[in-house]
C-alpha cells in the first residue's frame, strides 16, 4: 500500500510568491493533520481535519496561510505570499482516528525554501 | 496545556552501548503516549506506544514504560547499531478531545562504529 504522499518534495520561491502543498492520505483514514518542522520550533501542528472538516486551525500562523481538503483523498496548504520566515518541512500525517492513540502515518514531507 | 519535554542532543555513543533518552509530559486525564523516529531525509514513523500507565512499549529492542507517577515515559535500548541513528520524538496524545499530537523537540542519536 502506498503510505501518505506529498508534493512536491522540494519547493524553492522567492518572497511573495504563492505556494502550494499537496497531500494525499492513506486511503480509508478520516483524520488528517499538518504539521511544520523547524529547528527553532521544533514539530508544531498547524491543522487538522476530520471527514475533510477542519477541527482545528489554531495552529496556523496567521492569514497568510490557507488549508483545504475538498475530499478525503486530497488536502492542500497554501501560503500566500510567502515570507522568509516560512523555510521549513511541511509534513502531512494521516489516522484511521477512531482513538486518540492510533498511529499517525507521516508523508515524506516537503522542504519549503523561501529566498 | 499539554507538554512534552525531552533531553537535548545530540547524544553520541558507540556500538553496543546502552542507550536512554529521557521523556516527560504535563498533561490532565491519561494521555497516549508514543516514541516517533526520523530517519534522514524521511518523515516520521512510530516506534512504540502505550496508552496507560504501566504499560511498555517496545519494538526493534527499544522499550519505554509509561509512569504515571513520575510522568515520564523514557526510551531504552541495551546495544545500539549505526542504523539507528536518527532522531527521536516522544509525543503525546490526549484521551479525549483534540486529536493532534503533542511532540518533544526531538533527541538526535548518533552512533559510532
Known amino acids: 500500500d502506498a503510505g501518505v504522499i506529498q508534493s512536491p518534495r522540494h519547493e524553492v520561491t522567492e518572497m511573495g510568491q504563492e505556494v502550494t502543498l499537496r497531500c494525499k492520505p492513506i486511503s480509508g483514514h478520516d483524520y488528517l493533520f499538518w504539521y511544520r518542522q523547524t529547528m527553532m520550533r521544533g514539530l508544531e501542528l498547524l491543522i487538522y481535519?476530520?471527514?475533510?472538516?477542519?477541527?482545528?486551525d489554531s495552529g496556523m500562523p496567521e492569514d497568510r496561510f490557507s488549508a483545504k481538503m475538498p475530499n478525503a483523498s486530497f488536502s492542500t496548504l497554501k501560503i500566500q505570499p510567502s515570507e522568509p520566515r516560512d523555510s521549513a518541512v511541511y509534513f502531512c500525517?494521516?489516522?484511521?482516528?477512531?482513538?486518540?492513540?492510533?498511529?499517525?502515518?507521516f508523508g515524506p514531507g516537503t522542504r519549503l525554501t523561501v529566498l | 496545556g499539554d507538554s512534552v519535554t525531552q533531553m537535548e542532543g545530540p547524544v553520541t555513543l558507540s556500538e553496543e552501548a546502552f542507550l536512554t533518552i529521557n521523556c516527560t509530559y504535563t498533561?490532565?486525564?491519561?494521555?497516549?503516549l508514543f516514541w516517533y523516529v526520523q530517519y534522514p531525509g524521511e518523515g516520521l514513523q512510530l516506534l512504540l506506544k502505550?496508552?496507560?500507565?504501566?504499560d511498555k512499549g517496545s519494538n526493534k529492542g527499544f522499550e519505554a514504560t509509561y509512569r504515571k507517577e513520575t510522568t515520564s515515559f523514557h526510551l531504552e535500548k541495551g546495544s545500539v547499531q549505526v542504523s539507528d541513528s536518527a532522531v527521536y520524538f516522544c509525543a503525546l496524545a490526549p484521551y479525549t478531545g483534540r486529536r493532534a499530537l503533542t511532540f518533544g523537540s526531538g533527541t538526535r542519536l548518533q552512533v559510532q562504529p
Open positions: 500525517a494521516s489516522t484511521p482516528g477512531q482513538v486518540s492513540y492510533n498511529e499517525q502515518f
Open positions: 502505550a496508552t496507560k500507565a504501566d
Open positions: 498533561a490532565t486525564g491519561y494521555p497516549s
Open positions: 481535519f476530520n471527514n475533510n472538516v477542519p477541527i482545528d
